[in-house]
């Protein structure tokens, strides 16, 4: 891992940190868009940029979020960097869990599986070594459980 991947995880402790990534995510989406989805999250963490239909408008919206391989499956998580309430495209996947993934610059189809249970504490502690600030964001939400979704690519 580079010496700014590292400092990077570091600083995701910081609630500064999150409210300055929630205002750079459209400059992501926008160099995501300019390299074909092959930098995401400018380089330093895995990330793939999750499309799904809005529940309520219909319209495509598009995340970029961290993930972790789970055998041809990516698996990701709501943390709404510790804010209180779970981020939009978590009740989006609920209610239509047909989606699509970009990764590194690959569109893939895919069905989005919440995770429950052991399966999702095992996710969890995956997602955690890849980005150790999802614990410090389940503190800052007071708790609250935070939605983890397996992304299985359509066959």
């Not at 459209?26 to 092959?38: E, H, I, N």
Request: charged letters at 25%; a positive charge.
């Amino acid at each position: 891992m580079s010496a700014l991947g590292t400092l990077t995880r570091r600083l995701g402790h910081q609630r500064w940190f999150g409210a300055t990534m929630r205002l750079l995510v459209p400059a992501d989406r926008l160099v995501g868009r300019m390299t074909k989805g092959r930098v995401v999250a400018f380089g330093l963490v895995p990330t793939l940029v999750l499309t799904s239909t809005g529940r309520r408008s219909g319209k495509p919206r598009s995340n970029p979020l961290v993930y972790v391989p789970d055998g041809d499956a990516y698996v990701v998580i709501g943390s709404n960097w510790g804010q209180q309430h779970q981020p939009s495209w978590t009740f989006n996947l609920l209610a239509n869990p047909a989606a699509e993934v970009d990764v590194k610059g690959r569109r893939i189809p895919v069905t989005a599986e919440q995770v429950t249970g052991e399966d999702r504490e095992r996710l969890f502690q995956r997602l955690v070594q890849e980005w150790p600030a999802y614990r410090t964001y389940v503190e800052r939400a007071g708790g609250r459980e935070i939605r983890v979704f397996r992304l299985v690519p359509n066959a």
